[in-house]
């Protein structure tokens, strides 16, 4: 019986870790498997801003699962998250009344929020430039992570309190239902049986289930970020996101202005070209991390957007950020590019082949937020029990 669970999560990226917390909270036998000897995905390629604010009203209420999440296991085991909350910086009038609408939004939906002046901006953000600067939209209840430690420190949690069964270096060639149960195989010919497998595993699945991954919408996205040296005595709290930021996200889309915002922008400007908005986040060893841009492929053809890192994205993301802030340095110690699935035509991708496989991905850049609320509803709905207000 040693191999055989309840169920089985084939990824432990984020979206696939809380899965298997959620199953584990449910009383479940879980066994959670990852190819690589430790993940390095999507899950640790990004910001780690934990932003609900950022997000249409359907995932918002994801997100502030989410953050409900995120605290609780902080309160009893340390891994990397950071109550600083997020702000929204507008550059002009248009940005502006875009905040004010939003927090009427999220006033109705009691999501804290409060407006800040160009001056309150200009106190609590050193180096923010006041040239830039006319107003703020702060949500205090927001969280930072360590993206490239926060999902080692998870699974360790879910491992040691919760005695998660967790086996990485564990490539799946194979998953198929075999009577009652589901035969996972690895590559090393070791075999594992569950009720029931959900496939957590990126763009991946695609080797797995060749003709769903063929006939699905999904398309990839690659960002560019980079990392300044660490800052001297210089404190740059939470999540900074900008006027950019303001006109990009989904939440925005649901402000009455938002169309005629849209309408006035340029289609010929780099910005739009490359997808780039700028945003700012302190890491705790004091450097920066800003970014980003926006490429797209199908998925069928990822390797069109090359193995490179643009340097004329980078300068150009750069030459804007020094337009918002003036850090003590700018000089940059770290360059890379994350790379995630998402549909064209939903939120996220979900496909039940039988009864008891289940594929979830193409989540997008909604991941670090979204996931942990996500899949608490997703394994409610999987192991009938009882859903979160939705």
Same mark, same amino acid.
């Given at each position: 019986? +040693?191999?055989?669970?309840?169920?089985?999560? /084939?990824?432990?990226?984020?979206?696939?870790? *809380?899965?298997?917390?959620?199953?584990?909270?449910?009383?479940?036998?879980?066994?959670?498997? +990852?190819?690589?000897?430790?993940?390095?995905?999507?899950?640790?390629?990004? @910001?780690?801003?934990?932003? #609900?604010?950022?997000?249409?009203?359907?995932?918002?209420?994801?997100?502030? +699962?989410?953050?409900?999440?995120?605290?609780?296991?902080?309160?009893?085991?340390?891994?990397?998250?950071?109550?600083?909350?997020?702000?929204?910086?507008?550059?002009? +009038?248009?940005?502006?009344?875009?905040?004010?609408?939003?927090?009427?939004?999220?006033?109705?939906?009691?999501?804290?929020? $409060?407006?800040?002046?160009?001056?309150?901006?200009?106190?609590?953000?050193?180096?923010?430039?006041?040239?830039?600067?006319?107003?703020?939209?702060? @949500?205090?209840?927001?969280?930072? /992570?360590? #993206?490239?430690?926060?999902?080692?420190?998870?699974?360790?949690?879910?491992?040691?309190?919760?005695?998660?069964?967790?086996?990485?270096?564990?490539?799946?060639?194979?998953?198929?239902?075999?009577?009652?149960?589901?035969?996972?195989?690895?590559?090393?010919?070791?075999?594992?049986?569950?009720?029931?497998?959900?496939?957590?595993?990126?763009?991946?699945?695609?080797?797995?289930?060749?003709?769903?991954?063929?006939?699905?919408?999904?398309?990839?996205?690659?960002? $560019?970020?980079?990392?300044?040296?660490?800052?001297?005595?210089?404190?740059?709290?939470?999540?900074?996101?900008?006027?950019?930021?303001?006109?990009?996200?989904? =939440?925005?889309?649901?402000? #009455?202005?938002?169309?005629?915002?849209?309408?006035?922008?340029?289609?010929?400007?780099?910005?739009?070209?490359?997808?780039? %908005?700028?945003?700012?986040?302190? =890491?705790?060893?004091?450097?920066?991390?800003?970014?980003?841009?926006?490429?797209?492929?199908?998925?069928?053809?990822?390797?069109?957007?090359?193995?490179?890192?643009?340097?004329?994205?980078?300068? *150009?993301?750069?030459?804007?950020?020094?337009?918002?802030?003036?850090? #003590?340095?700018?000089?940059?110690?770290?360059?890379?590019?994350?790379?995630?699935?998402?549909?064209?035509?939903?939120?996220?991708?979900?496909?039940?082949?039988?009864?008891?496989? %289940?594929?979830?991905?193409?989540?997008?850049?909604?991941?670090?937020?979204?996931?942990?609320?996500?899949?608490?509803?997703?394994?409610?709905?999987? *192991?009938?029990?009882?859903?979160?207000?939705?």
């Amino acid at each position: 019986m +040693e191999n055989k669970y309840d169920v089985i999560i /084939v990824g432990g990226g984020i979206v696939g870790t *809380f899965h298997a917390y959620h199953a584990q909270e449910m009383g479940l036998k879980v066994c959670l498997v +990852e190819k690589d000897a430790y993940p390095q995905g999507a899950t640790t390629q990004n @910001f780690g801003q934990v932003v #609900p604010s950022g997000m249409n009203t359907k995932w918002q209420k994801y997100g502030r +699962e989410s953050l409900g999440i995120y605290k609780e296991i902080q309160s009893q085991f340390d891994i990397s998250i950071r109550k600083n909350g997020t702000v929204y910086l507008a550059s002009n +009038e248009e940005e502006e009344q875009l905040l004010v609408e939003l927090r009427a939004i999220n006033n109705s939906n009691d999501y804290p929020s $409060q407006m800040l002046t160009k001056k309150e901006c200009l106190d609590r953000y050193p180096g923010l430039k006041k040239e830039y600067v006319k107003a703020g939209l702060f @949500f205090p209840e927001e969280v930072t /992570v360590e #993206p490239r430690t926060m999902i080692h420190r998870l699974q360790d949690y879910l491992r040691e309190a919760k005695g998660l069964s967790l086996k990485m270096g564990f490539t799946v060639i194979s998953c198929e239902q075999n009577g009652e149960w589901v035969e996972v195989k690895s590559a090393t010919g070791q075999s594992l049986w569950a009720k029931k497998v959900i496939v957590c595993n990126g763009n991946d699945f695609k080797n797995l289930f060749p003709e769903a991954f063929a006939n699905s919408d999904l398309e990839v996205s690659k960002l $560019q970020m980079m990392q300044t040296k660490p800052q001297a005595n210089f404190e740059l709290k939470g999540s900074i996101l900008t006027g950019w930021s303001i006109r990009r996200y989904e =939440a925005f889309h649901e402000c #009455p202005s938002y169309a005629k915002v849209k309408q006035n922008e340029p289609e010929d400007s780099l910005q739009k070209k490359w997808g780039v %908005h700028i945003l700012f986040k302190q =890491a705790v060893d004091g450097s920066v991390i800003l970014g980003d841009s926006h490429q797209y492929a199908d998925v069928a053809q990822i390797e069109d957007l090359g193995y490179d890192l643009d340097m004329d994205i980078d300068h *150009f993301m750069l030459e804007e950020a020094k337009k918002i802030f003036d850090l #003590p340095t700018y000089q940059i110690q770290r360059r890379w590019y994350g790379m995630y699935s998402q549909c064209k035509n939903g939120d996220v991708f979900l496909k039940t082949l039988g009864e008891n496989i %289940h594929i979830v991905t193409g989540i997008g850049g909604k991941g670090m937020t979204g996931s942990a609320g996500f899949a608490k509803q997703h394994c409610a709905t999987l *192991f009938n029990m009882h859903k979160i207000n939705s």
